[in-house]
């Protein structure tokens, strides 16, 4: 994928995650759009690391590996930043 799709596609990541874990971050909206957007790229890596299989397009299961590296980052920030 490119960079203007992994950056949509981290986009839609972030606002998914923020909405399954909710609370104040504080950074808000934007440092969890961006958490999302690291997020899509992190969950790829690790996804193909594990043997997942890689992030193919738009498609439900890339979308779930983005968001999932999205929690993952989103719950280290909360935890770094408290």
Known sequence: MGILAWIVFGLLAGVVAKVIMP???????????????????????????IGFGDVSGFNLKSFGIAVGGALLLLFGYRVIAK
């Not at 609370?23 to 690391?49: E, F, R, Y």
């Open 23 to 49: 609370g104040s971050d504080p950074g808000g909206w934007i440092i969890t759009i961006l958490i999302g957007i690291a997020g899509a790229v992190v969950g790829g890596w690790i996804g193909t690391q």
